[in-house]
T-cell receptor
Framework: DAKTTQPPSMDCAEGRAANLPCNHSTISGNEYVYWYRQIHSQGPQYIIHGLKNNETNEMASLIITEDRKSSTLILPHATLRDTAVYYCIAGGFKTIFGAGTRLFVKA | GAVVSQHPSRVICKSGTSVKIECRSLDFQATTMFWYRQFPKQSLMLMATSNEGSKATYEQGVEKDKFLINHASLTLSTLTVTSAHPEDSSFYIC????????????FGQGTRLTVV
């Protein structure tokens, strides 16, 4: 699995877009980028994943750079319930977690 | 999405006893399940990979005789913490995948183990 680097914490105002960056410069050609989040004392929740193309679902959008060395998770209209630790994972069958980004959504 | 259920959600046990945690995939068959532990304010650490009908593969530094994993069916994996000690107190989480990537992993809600 490729190593990922994320900022340790970020703040976002409620109702605004939250843009969470992730660097995965050593990602290999067949490794996907996955995003999960963990709300306090719960199991992680899948958000989105992608290989090369940008992806969007009901929860978020994933923007992957053309060279695939970095990506951004976008929560278009953050709510207080989006306060969580967000994990970016580049890899394979095993899900190996890094430190993640702690997102605080403030009223 | 698919549902993974863990039981119990919380357990308190005495030092020296064993405790079993169950992980079930409710609406799909999981050929592979994964077990993690998480200490306060830390990330999830992968402990082992469990394949149905075969022995689990443990990550480096995880004692296989301490953490017994059984994956007897395509919908159930169990983790038994044997001879538990207070330092085994942690949040244990399982996950399951339907098939090999690129599908996502589905996680249980976690089990909070406290050893007194």
């Amino acid at each position: 699995d490729a190593k990922t680097t994320q900022p340790p914490s970020m703040d976002c105002a409620e109702g605004r877009a939250a843009n969470l960056p992730c660097n995965h410069s050593t990602i290999s050609g067949n490794e996907y980028v996955y995003w999960y989040r963990q709300i306090h004392s719960q199991g992680p929740q899948y958000i989105i994943h992608g290989l090369k193309n940008n992806e969007t679902n009901e929860m978020a959008s994933l923007i992957i750079t053309e060279d695939r060395k970095s990506s951004t998770l976008i929560l278009p209209h953050a709510t207080l319930r989006d306060t969580a630790v967000y994990y970016c994972i580049a890899g394979g069958f095993k899900t190996i977690f890094g430190a993640g980004t702690r997102l605080f959504v403030k009223a | 999405g698919a549902v993974v259920s863990q039981h119990p959600s919380r357990v308190i046990c005495k030092s020296g006893t064993s405790v079993k945690i169950e992980c079930r995939s409710l609406d799909f068959q999981a050929t592979t399940m994964f077990w993690y532990r998480q200490f306060p304010k830390q990330s999830l650490m992968l402990m082992a990979t469990s394949n149905e009908g075969s022995k689990a593969t443990y990550e480096q530094g995880v004692e296989k005789d301490k953490f017994l994993i059984n994956h007897a069916s395509l919908t159930l994996s169990t983790l038994t913490v044997t001879s538990a000690h207070p330092e085994d107190s942690s949040f244990y989480i399982c996950s399951a995948r339907v098939v090999t990537e690129p599908t996502e992993a589905f996680f249980g809600q976690g089990t909070r183990l406290t050893v007194v």
